[in-house]
Nanobody, 121 residues
Framework: QVQLVESGGGLVQPGGSLRLSCVAS????????MGWYRQAPGKQRELVAE???????NYIDSVEGRFTISRDNAKNTVVLQMDTLKPEDTAVYYCNAFLKLRIWSMFENYWGQGTQVTVSS
């Protein structure tokens, strides 16, 4: 069984910073990509940032230059450093891993339980 455990959410003032971490544990053969999604009240879940096993990154336009995603392949961890936070960044953030459990398995999406990020004065 695979588990993605997130940490690091909370309440921060506009302009502040937060760091989200996620660890994938269990029997994992290969993780193709890891990333962070978010879902604000009344909105659809959206991709915030993702990083491939080779280190390539992708960000949505609204966080480009403010958020940084990084990954430790050996530890199956992904970190999202969020700086210059804005009220519109308020959402539940979900860790995602696109992985396969065995060499013969298909790649599938796995999700963390979500962590609340609130940006407010």
């Amino acid at each position: 069984q695979v588990q993605l455990v997130e940490s690091g959410g909370g309440l921060v003032q506009p302009g502040g910073s937060l760091r989200l971490s996620c660890v994938a544990s269990g029997t994992i053969f290969n993780i193709l990509s890891m990333g962070w999604y978010r879902q604000a009240p009344g909105k659809q879940r959206e991709l915030v940032a993702e990083v491939s096993s080779g280190g390539g990154t992708n960000y949505i336009d609204s966080v480009e230059g403010r958020f940084t995603i990084s990954r430790d392949n050996a530890k199956n961890t992904v970190v999202l450093q969020m700086d210059t936070l804005k009220p519109e960044d308020t959402a539940v953030y979900y860790c995602n891993a696109f992985l396969k459990l065995r060499i013969w398995s298909m790649f599938e999406n796995y999700w963390g339980q979500g962590t609340q990020v609130t940006v407010s004065s």
